[in-house]
């Protein structure tokens, strides 16, 4: 009797431990829909994660131009619209993973980022890639926190 009086008190005191995820899809009409099977971001408490977002324009469906700084700042923009989305804003980023097709860019997307970011900057890193999906120039990654 003693055996199962203490599995049902252990039962019981798992069960109260567990906490439901606090899981959410996040997406923006003001950025372009994901192109394979992912989400724009996903919101786990108070942390915002942010897929990779090309300079696609979300109105076209088509690059923003042909040159990296437009790129650049279109998928900057994307990743601002997925951020209001979520009730977040770039003051709420902690790290951006950039990847870009040309490191000779670099120079470029740095006066781009501090438009963006002007104080307070993101933990950040910047690689070069042999290639991009959609063969876009650059692809921007964030995490945000509350």
Do not use: H, W
Request: hydrophobic share 45%; charged share 20%; glycine share 6%.
């Amino acid at each position: 009797m003693k055996k199962i009086v203490a599995a049902i008190f252990l039962i019981i005191l798992m069960g109260c431990s567990y906490q439901p995820s606090d899981r959410e899809m996040i997406s923006s009409e003001k950025s372009p829909a994901a192109i394979g099977p992912y989400s724009q971001a996903v919101r786990v408490g108070d942390t915002l994660y942010l897929s990779g977002q090309l300079g696609l324009d979300p109105l076209t469906g088509k690059f923003a131009g042909n040159g990296f700084e437009a790129q650049a700042r279109q998928a900057l923009e994307n990743q601002k619209a997925i951020l209001e989305a979520a009730g977040f804003s770039l003051r709420n980023v902690v790290q951006c993973q950039v990847f870009v097709v040309d490191m000779n860019n670099y120079p470029k997307f740095n006066t781009i980022y501090k438009e963006y970011f002007t104080e307070d900057f993101p933990a950040r890193a910047v690689l070069e890639v042999s290639r991009i999906p959609a063969d876009g120039l650059v692809e921007i990654m964030m995490v945000a926190e509350r």
